[in-house]
């Protein structure tokens, strides 16, 4: 292979190494995406566009893309309403606390959203316990206010607030504090400050936020499923599901139309994503200054209570009313001292044997992604950026699909892509392995773009100093580039492994007894009206998100810089 | 140790080109220095030979061993040339502590650890480091930094140490301690060094040779007396030194002797071209003198300590640099007296 300008000194190896890795990861994340598109175009064989205009055309399509585009799309105005105060009053204020706002705003993100939305229903319907014990409940037979495109859209705002908030801060904290001051000077005043300099140096950052929360809103399934379906209102997701659910793997092509349209919608916005972020970089080239720190005076005080009562509202009332649900003997009864019972929990963590199961695969999955992950993107990034081939500039701009892409979209890619291995008779499907590779395939990029970030940062001497003093490349690799881009994998990994335990979407298709993952007991359980039970796992799940979010922040004092990926 | 030779070198990055035609040979054990502005292509042509860019024309060969030919597509990577290099930025391993660093290139040759330790202690003594082997690099200054640098250099015997723009960071007084490191180091180990600089007085303090640069080409190599006393070309009678160039017309030689106009007068001058048309008058050619050659208008008068640089515009027009010892007010006229100036073809 022609290496390319960028570092023509690179030895043969480095070429030979970087084609590798290259291959690997072109094969665990292009190849399912690339299987999916062919089967939507080539329905029944042959090359077969009428059967894609065919299904493109169906009313129940319409109303789905429909459907998908109103919720992601309110979804997010509402992310972006309560994102970017938090993110101003956090990056550019006084605020007392701030860290312990920042975890709080994190958990969102954490939790699963199916969980979510079941925290919320169990929070809000006719037979909440937590309103029975409360003596609020409405009337039985009342509907449950929550299954309808408005309880989606609210619930994929507040599940998606943390993406807006920690783009924004990011962005706010480059804006040096010399802009302001220089503007001062000029002579402008208060709220012309906020409008003529600091809201334009963000809006870059805010609009890739807006795009990247677009895309993941859309891709999502739990929120949809828990509450459309029992309203009958599909998007694109749920419909997928549906069909695949109801009529097996004869629909697959008709499946594979539907995922190419949602992939297009999601790489239009990760492409508006990318424009924007690169002008951001445009912007703020350069300044190394302090950031912004604007003091709220006699506003401080009511301003944090504010705040607080938000994350309340949003984050410990839903998990009281998932635990209340959780704590009851049968589901409907109202929570009082006498009625308090363990039995949900034990019989759901003890006695179900698939919860048991659940819990050593979502383990076992999660942490083989993140370090197989780790192992794959530390080389390749820093390879990549050191030999910009024309083959890896173009899995730069690609390596996103399969995490923009909703879960169910690559779930089926996998499927269609493992079923039959190639020269062979044996089947991937139904084993844990495909449920293995689409993780990898899917966290790809939460791995890769940290890494390659932080390896873009890294003076090229490092490198260099190494170099001539002879060292060959496993031993650079090995000495210089892990150590010092090993905080940043450790983010990456952290939040792979915290992502991949709560998965559901990849994996409520790819399941099969005995391959069960957490998130999909969660969905069974809830499914087949054992909610007391399927809440007990849930508040299990998010104790463990919480401890060990809880570790991470408390180890991260001793933690070398950016390890934590909420701390930046 | 060895010398370097450089043939016909030439390297572009996509566009213009970084180096044209650089045709030069750095001897064994010596101190050459590359002096030139900013964006001449030191750096590149310092990277060349340590392997970290492909020339794209042209062969660089260290000692006999040919390292890069751009037309039999031959380069041997940066590891295997066994060249010491100190960076601008240190660029010492910030997870590894002083004497690691200082060990590393021991331990990618496999030294015992006893040899280790020796080499490394004696590396340390040499950069008067004994005292700082356990610190991490954050926790040092920028001149024991650099310092660490030239040890990590040092520890391996390298057959030629390449160092670019080394004290660029670092303030003046420290520079001026840390041009002695460099000294005594290259007297030390005799080491051949090829040396980056933008600053004369950090080349002409060290460099037993000064390659001026100036957009891609060497301009001149010589010792830096030299390069003062007898540039040849506008660019490096600009460049090395402080004084001016002025254009000169009707030579004529007698057996040793050349006299030409300058000035509007008839001059002795300097030469060794048959037909000079250029001449690089220094302060010490002009002397003030009521009955002089010519007369001048003094433009403006800046304090040097204990002496006076004055800016002056000759009576013909041309802009000159004079020193004097007591103060003139701008506007004065004056009278100066001309000593041989050095006369070159203008290039
Ligand atoms: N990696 C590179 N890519 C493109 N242009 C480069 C690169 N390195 C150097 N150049 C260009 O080559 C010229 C010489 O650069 P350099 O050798 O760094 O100059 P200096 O004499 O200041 O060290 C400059 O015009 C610079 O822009
Ligand atoms: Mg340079």
New binding site residues.
């Given amino acids: 292979m022609t290496l390319a300008s960028a570092n023509p000194s690179s030895s043969r190896s480095e070429g030979r190494l970087l084609s590798l890795i290259l291959g690997l990861a072109i094969l665990v994340t292009l190849a399912p995406v690339a299987r999916l598109f062919f089967e939507g175009v080539t329905a029944g064989g042959s090359l077969n566009l009428t059967f894609f205009s065919e299904v493109l055309s169906k009313p129940a399509t319409h109303s789905a893309l429909r459907h998908s585009l109103v919720t992601a799309g309110l979804g997010t105005v509402i992310s972006v309403l309560i994102g970017s105060v938090f993110a101003f009053l956090v990056a550019l204020t006084d605020l007392r606390r701030k860290a312990a706002l920042v975890f709080c705003l994190m958990i969102p993100m954490m939790i699963p959203p199916q969980i979510t939305a079941l925290s919320w229903t169990q929070m809000m319907g006719p037979s909440s316990v937590l309103l029975k014990t409360l003596g609020l409940a409405p009337p039985l037979g009342a509907p449950q206010p929550l299954y309808s495109p408005g309880g989606i859209i609210l619930l994929l705002g507040i599940q998606h607030t943390s993406i807006i908030f920690l783009t924004l801060r990011a962005g706010l904290r480059a804006i040096p504090q010399e802009v302001v001051e220089a503007a001062r000077i000029s002579g402008a005043r208060g709220f012309r400050i906020w409008w003529q300099v600091v809201l334009p140096l963000t809006l870059p950052s805010l609009l890739a936020g807006v795009a990247i929360t677009f895309v993941t809103a859309l891709g999502n399934f739990g929120i949809p499923a828990m509450l459309g379906i029992p309203a009958g209102y599909a998007t694109l997701p749920t419909l997928i599901y549906q069909r695949l659910a109801g009529m097996g793997t004869t629909v697959l092509a008709e499946v594979a139309v539907l995922a190419i349209l949602i992939g297009i919608v999601a790489i239009t916005g990760i492409l508006i994503q990318r424009f924007f972020q690169r002008r951001q970089r445009v912007h703020l080239v350069g300044s190394t200054g302090r950031p912004l720190a604007i003091p709220l005076g006699r506003a401080r005080l009511p301003v944090e209570i504010t705040l607080w009562l938000v994350i309340a509202g949003i984050l410990v009332l839903p998990m009281m009313g998932l635990l209340a649900t959780s704590l009851v003997p049968a589901y409907g009864v109202p929570l009082r001292l006498d009625t308090v019972s363990l039995d949900g929990w034990y019989e759901a963590l003890f006695r179900q044997p698939s919860t048991r199961r659940a819990f050593v695969n979502s383990f076992g999955l999660s942490i083989g992604a993140a370090v197989v992950l780790m192992a794959l993107c530390l080389p390749l990034a820093w390879l990549m950026d050191r030999h910009q081939t024309r083959l890896s500039r173009a899995f730069d701009s690609l390596l996103d699909l399969p995490y923009a892409l909703p879960g169910v979209v690559l779930a089926i890619a996998m499927i269609l892509l493992l079923i039959n291995l190639p020269f062979t008779d044996l089947s991937l499907y139904g084993t844990i392995w495909i449920i293995f590779l689409a993780y990898l395939a899917r966290f790809f990029a939460v791995m890769f773009r940290p890494v390659q970030s932080s390896l873009r940062q890294l003076d090229p001497a490092m490198n260099e100093a190494a170099q001539s003093v002879g060292a060959p490349l496993w031993r650079r690799l090995r000495d210089i580039v892990l150590p010092l881009s090993a905080p940043a994998a450790a983010a990456g990994a952290i939040l792979v492994f915290l992502t991949a335990f709560n998965e559901l979407t990849v994996s409520a298709l790819l399941w099969s007894s005995g391959t069960e993952t957490l998130g999909v007991v969660i969905f069974n359980l809830d499914d087949s009206g054992e909610t007391v039970m399927a809440s007990a796992v849930a508040m299990t799940i998010v104790f463990v998100v919480m401890i060990l979010m809880a570790v991470i922040q408390l180890t991260s004092r001793r933690l070398p810089k950016g390890v934590v990926p909420w701390q930046s | 140790m060895a010398e370097l030779t450089l043939t016909n070198i030439g390297k572009h990055?996509?566009g213009?080109p970084?180096l044209q035609s650089v045709t030069t040979r750095v001897n064994d054990r010596e101190f050459l220095a590359l002096l030139?502005p900013?964006?001449?292509?030191?750096?590149?042509?310092l990277r060349l030979l340590a392997g970290f860019e492909q020339p794209s024309a042209g062969s660089i060969r260290i000692g006999n061993r040919e390292v890069a030919n751009a037309d039999t597509r031959l380069i041997v990577p940066p590891e295997e040339r066994n060249i010491g290099y100190v960076f601008q930025s240190y660029a010492l391993w910030p997870h590894m502590t002083v004497r690691r660093n200082v060990g590393y290139p021991l331990e990618i040759r496999k030294l015992s650890k006893s040899d280790r330790e020796t080499r490394i202690d004696a590396a340390l003594e040499a950069t008067a480091l004994g005292p700082y082997g356990d610190r991490m690099p954050s926790d040092l200054s920028g001149g024991q930094r650099q310092r660490v640098a030239l040890a990590r250099c040092l520890v391996s015997d390298p057959t030629a140490v390449l160092l670019d723009e080394p004290l660029a960071n670092l303030d003046v007084a420290l520079r001026a301690s840390m041009q002695g490191v460099f000294c005594d180091f290259h007297q030390r180990t005799g080491a051949t060094m090829v040396y980056?600089t933008?600053d004369q007085a950090e080349a002409m303090a060290m460099a037993d040779r000064i390659a001026v640069?100036n957009e891609?080409r060497i301009m001149q190599l010589d010792t830096p007396e030299a390069l003062y006393a007898r540039p040849r070309s506008r660019f490096v009678a600009e460049f090395i030194g402080d004084g001016a160039v002025v254009p000169l017309t009707g030579t004529s030689h007698s057996d040793s002797a050349c006299e030409a106009t300058l000035l509007g007068t008839r001059l002795r001058v300097e030469t060794d071209t048959p037909t000079p048309e250029m001449a690089c008058l220094r302060p010490e050619n002009l002397t003030i003198a009521e009955t002089g050659d010519i007369r001048a208008r003094v433009e403006r008068v800046t304090y040097l300590g204990g002496r006076y640089r004055l800016d002056l515009v000759a009576a013909s027009g041309e802009p000159l640099v004079t020193q004097s010892n007591t103060r003139y007010a701008p506007g004065e006229h004056i009278g100066l007296a001309l000593t041989a100036p050095w006369a070159f073809a203008a290039a």
Avoid: D, Q, R, Y
Avoid at chain 2, 38 to 45: A, D, F, N, V
């Fill in positions: 990055f996509g213009a970084a030139g900013s964006g001449c292509g030191k750096s590149t042509l980056v933008h640069m891609g």
